[in-house]
T-cell receptor
Framework: DAGITQSPRYKITETGRQVTLMCHQT?????MFWYRQDLGHGLRLIYY???????DKGEVPDGYVVSRSKTENFPLTLESATRSQTSVYFC??????????????FGPGTRLTVL | GNSVTQMEGPVTLSEEAFLTINCTYT??????LFWYVQYPGEGLQLLLK?????DKGSNKGFEATYRKETTSFHLEKGSVQVSDSAVYFC?????????????FGKGTHLIIQP
């Protein structure tokens, strides 16, 4: 089915381990985003990408790494997971540069628990 | 910087009641404003949006008007249903420079009782 998918949907890991969250979209949207959702904070932007091989930091990038070798994929890596990174992670995409009019479409989320 | 403030709730209403969820914002440029809805266990879905002052966004019986003079974008619905129970997020995207993602409020948990 077309759309934006995330995997895994649930992940439990231990402090210090490396974890990669996957995001895949079938629309060929130029822009992709990673947000984290925490109680009391709403959603906060971690990283975003305007196109393949172009990425930029958002509000809370520390402890995360992203890459975008293909337009349709935007993986998020926690190089050494910490308990403070326990959260729900959402990937999103947007078609064009029309940031104020185009819609951002969100994936179903990945619930990550770091023990 | 940009920020969005909304009532957090939970807000509990009876079916067919009138709904208002307040949202105010601070932005450096001329933002577009959005309401997203998150149903249990799901991602966020765009509910409605407005891209300039005095625009009214509407969808599924929900409405919100972009009020530049009061920097507000309150969400309203005349008669809520149990199926409207969800978390509602107000968000903005500034037209100026800076990061390209949405700035969200903390979310309002709405519970509709039959």
């Amino acid at each position: 089915d077309a759309g934006i998918t995330q995997s895994p949907r649930y992940k439990i890991t231990e402090t210090g381990r490396q974890v990669t969250l996957m995001c895949h979209q079938t629309w060929s949207h130029s822009y992709m985003f990673w947000y984290r959702q925490d109680l009391g904070h709403g959603l906060r932007l971690i990283y975003y990408s305007a196109a393949a091989d172009i990425t930029d930091k958002g509000e809370v990038p520390d402890g995360y790494v992203v890459s975008r070798s293909k337009t349709e994929n935007f993986p998020l890596t926690l190089e050494s997971a910490t308990r403070s990174q326990t959260s729900v992670y959402f990937c999103a995409s947007r078609e064009t540069r029309q940031r104020t009019t185009d819609t951002q479409y969100f994936g179903p989320g990945t619930r990550l628990t770091v023990l | 910087g940009n920020s969005v403030t909304q009532m957090e709730g939970p807000v509990t209403l009876s079916e067919e009641a009138f709904l208002t969820i307040n949202c105010t914002y601070t932005a450096t440029g001329y933002p577009s404003l959005f309401w997203y809805v998150q149903y249990p266990g799901e991602g966020l879905q765009l509910l409605l949006k407005a891209t300039k002052a005095d625009d009214k966004g509407s969808n599924k019986g929900f409405e919100a008007t972009y009020r530049k003079e009061t920097t507000s974008f309150h969400l309203e619905k005349g008669s809520v249903q149990v199926s409207d129970s969800a978390v509602y997020f107000c968000a903005l995207l500034d037209s100026g420079g800076g990061a390209d993602g949405l700035t969200f409020g903390k979310g309002t948990h709405l519970i509709i009782q039959p």
